[in-house]
């Protein structure tokens, strides 16, 4: 089974809009991360937010973090075409930082 | 801006060769990593290094993958036999800000073509 699993898998939405993805996980973590990939280009970390935080900031990104749903959910706000992207979310497993599938993001101009 | 740089960009190479992929982290991180991500599928765990030692492998990381650090600024990876199945792009991370498996720092990664 997966640690991480975000929802949905692909959105498209258009420039100036909000997107919302979301990332369910198993066990219980100390923190969980956000991540973006570009097509074909290394993972850059965005956030982190620990076990004992609910909700976190970042420039555009907007983290919530609900440990008894097991659940995080991220904001972009005002997105940008830029922003299109994969989205994961990260979790440690048994000593392993673990990727989900990914949110597939289309920001439209 | 510090980064993870990774060589070569790309790999082509034999079924049953022996391929060595190459990094260097950042200079004063202490964790390094190695992940791989076949077309079109998730970001995979293979192995973690700290202080000149495997920390956490996965179950992909047989005996025919092997992590080395041979100096103090590079990172490499060694395939000794690769397969078909080993064509994908690694990745090299590394992080050193505090605690392992935070804020990682990935590298542009090798696309390595098994043929």
């Known amino acids: 089974s997966q640690q991480g699993e975000e929802d949905p898998q692909a959105l498209s939405i258009q420039e100036g809009e909000n997107a919302t993805m979301n990332c369910s996980y198993k066990t219980s973590i100390n923190n969980l991360q956000w991540y973006r990939q570009n097509s074909g280009r290394g993972l850059v970390h965005l956030i982190l937010?620990?076990?004992?935080?609910r909700e976190k900031h970042s420039g555009r990104l907007r983290v919530t973090l609900d440990t008894s749903k097991k659940s995080s959910s991220l904001l972009i706000t005002a997105s940008r075409a830029a922003d299109t992207a994969s989205y994961f979310c990260?979790?440690?497993?048994?000593?392993?930082?673990?990727f989900g599938q990914g949110t597939e993001l289309s920001v439209k101009p | 801006e510090p980064e993870v740089t990774q060589t070569p960009s790309h790999q082509v190479t034999q079924m049953g060769q022996e391929v060595i992929l190459r990094c260097v982290p950042i200079s004063n991180h202490l964790y390094f990593y190695w992940y791989r991500q076949i077309l079109g599928q998730k970001v995979e765990f293979l192995v973690s290094?700290?202080?000149?030692?495997?920390?956490?492998k996965s179950e992909i990381f047989d005996d025919q993958f092997s992590v080395e650090r041979p100096d103090g600024s590079n990172f490499t990876l060694k395939i000794r036999s690769t397969k078909l199945e080993d064509s994908a792009m690694y990745f090299c991370?590394?992080?050193?800000?505090?605690?392992?498996?935070?804020?990682?720092?990935f590298g542009s990664g090798t696309q390595l073509s098994v043929l």
């Open positions: 937010i620990r076990s004992n935080e």
């Open positions: 990260a979790t440690v497993l048994r000593g392993k930082l673990i």
């Open positions: 290094f700290y202080n000149n030692e495997i920390s956490e």
């Open positions: 991370a590394s992080t050193g800000d505090g605690e392992p498996n935070e804020k990682l720092f």
